[in-house]
């Protein structure tokens, strides 16, 4: 290989002084940080166990009343143009999430709704091999104009500030 050689008979990584030097081992130094630190996040991130568990009670109430909620608001019987509202209780509302996040990813989920303010917890399998361990999330959601504001989430033991859960969610 003729061609890697320069004309001076070393090889470009070779010429590297002592500044070119520090700059690789500051460079490698800062890649091995930024995976600790990330390493540390996603430990923090995770529990050994869920912290949120949901209840398997359902009453024929409920089940009774989802029915007549569905059957009020079927889209195929609807008129073309209208809007409507589904007013529904604290409890209908926790049940309707919990039968998704079951569903299609093993959650259970909580809500605690105050006026102005929910607070949503869910606790669910890491999606990453992490030998069994669970995203354990917290958010603390305020009504606003239009969607709500999270103002606070927390992963793990990882609080985050509420700017970054809308990327992240």
């Known amino acids: ?71 009020g608001h079927d889209p195929r019987r609807a008129r073309p143009g209208t809007v409507r509202v589904a007013v529904l209780e604290q409890r209908q509302f926790e049940w309707l999430l919990n039968h998704g996040a079951r569903r299609w990813t093993g959650a259970a989920v909580t809500l605690h709704i105050e006026p102005g303010r929910a607070i949503v917890r869910s606790s669910l399998p890491s999606p990453l091999p992490l030998g069994g361990r669970w995203l354990n999330v917290e958010a603390d959601l305020r009504q606003s ?13 990882l609080p985050l500030p509420g700017w970054l859960a809308w990327p992240l969610l």
Do not use: C, K, Y
């Open 145 to 157: 104009r239009t969607l709500p504001t999270v103002t606070a989430l927390r992963v793990g033991e």
């Open 1 to 71: 290989a003729a061609w890697l050689a320069p004309a001076h008979g070393r090889r470009p990584w070779q010429t590297a002084g002592v500044n070119g030097r520090r700059i690789l081992f500051a460079a490698a130094g800062l890649v091995w940080l930024a995976a600790a630190l990330s390493m540390l996040a996603l430990w923090l991130a995770t529990d050994v166990q869920p912290r949120f568990v949901a209840s398997n009670a359902v009453a024929a109430a409920d089940i009774e009343g989802a029915w007549q909620l569905l059957r």
